[in-house]
């Protein structure tokens, strides 16, 4: 699986973006699809996942309610909308593919040993 993320960029506090991960390689369906993120100097961190198999979908409590993950399987492309973006969202935010086994219990999909491919990343930058 190839992974390509885009959409970042520079927004005010308070601004949307809408992050595009196209994949390329193998039955997108068949895996869970994520993004984690990396601020300077810090460790990456999980931010969503969603689960094609169940539906299901995990968020951070840091983006909970600001932001949404979709995923459009006809075009192989998963999308993260944020809103009411915050300075600390700043990072580098990637997208991940893990193959989709049964369901392994939430904490699971936050964990980046989870997932098998990672795309190359998109800065997101929200100024105050």
């Known amino acids: 699986v190839q992974l390509q993320a885009s959409g970042g960029g520079l927004v005010q506090a308070g601004g949307s973006l809408r992050l595009s991960c196209a994949a390329s390689g193998r039955t997108f369906s068949s895996y869970v699809m994520a993004w984690f993120r990396q601020a300077p100097g810090k460790e990456r961190e999980f931010v969503v996942a969603s689960r094609w198999n169940s539906g299901s979908k995990y968020y951070a409590d840091s983006v909970k309610g600001r932001s949404t993950i979709s995923r459009d399987n006809a075009k192989n492309t998963v999308y993260l909308q944020m809103d009411s973006l915050r300075p600390e969202d700043t990072a580098v935010y990637y997208c991940?593919?893990?193959?989709?086994?049964?369901?392994?219990?939430?904490?699971?999909?936050?964990?980046?040993?989870?997932?098998?491919?990672w795309g190359q990343g998109t800065l997101v930058t929200v100024s105050s």
């Open positions: 991940a593919a893990g193959r989709d086994f049964n369901y392994r219990g939430s904490s699971y999909y936050t964990r980046t040993d989870s997932y098998d491919y």
